[in-house]
């Protein structure tokens, strides 16, 4: 969430039942692969084992990257 608000992006993160860490994404393109790269690295204290990613239609954010509750995954397998 800091990573995506110092690049300006809007949408969401949040950790799952399952362990893993799921959100959103929007911005420039540049950006978001910037934005993708550091993820992948992960937070200092973190073990990325993999990053999947899926292209979305665009929807509507508050105009900032937001933080959500813990629940079970909104996507379906990607």
């Given at each position: 969430?800091k990573?995506?608000?110092?690049y300006?992006?809007n949408?969401?993160?949040?950790?799952?039942?399952?362990?893993?860490v799921?959100?959103e994404a929007q911005g420039?393109?540049?950006?978001?692969?910037?934005?993708?790269?550091?993820?992948?690295?992960?937070?200092?204290?973190a073990?990325?084992?993999?990053?999947?990613?899926k292209?979305l239609?665009?929807?509507?954010?508050?105009g900032h990257?937001?933080?959500?509750?813990?629940?079970?995954t909104?996507?379906?397998?990607l």
């Open positions: 969430m990573r995506a608000a110092e300006g992006l949408g969401w993160v949040k950790n799952t039942d399952c362990g893993r799921e959100g420039p393109e540049e950006t978001i692969q910037k934005f993708l790269k550091d993820i992948n690295n992960g937070p200092r204290h073990h990325v084992v993999k990053l999947e990613q292209t239609d665009a929807k509507e954010h508050e990257f937001g933080l959500r509750k813990t629940s079970a909104v996507f379906e397998s």
